[in-house]
């Protein structure tokens, strides 16, 4: 069976910069401070960038992206939301 490695991302944002720390799943999950960046749109993408290269989800992320209208925020945010694409089964469920 394969092995879930979810983690979570924490952004404290403050007026310039925005705190980042990134926890693994679990009650014993190791929690680390990534760092501190720009509060600019840029600046986030750029982030999502570098933690998505070594997301298990990546692979569907880039799938995603071959869909018109889908760039890569959009498919990132989408793959955090929805997770599992396996458990809807159809248009309707998801939508619900």
């Known amino acids: 069976m394969e092995q879930d490695t979810a983690a979570f ?4 944002t403050l007026k310039e910069t ?3 720390a990134v926890a693994e799943a679990g009650r014993s999950g190791e929690v680390r401070f990534v760092g501190e960046i720009p509060n600019r749109a840029d600046a986030v993408r750029r982030l ?13 992320v880039e799938a ?12 990132v945010v989408l793959v955090a939301e929805i997770g599992d694409f396996r458990r809807v089964a159809n248009p309707r469920q998801l939508m619900a």
């Open 18 to 20: 925005i705190a980042v």
């Open 9 to 12: 991302v924490a952004m404290d």
């Open 64 to 75: 995603l992206q071959a869909m018109r209208g889908i760039a890569f925020l959009s498919a």
């Open 48 to 60: 999502l960038d570098k933690l998505a290269r070594t997301w298990t989800l990546r692979p569907l």
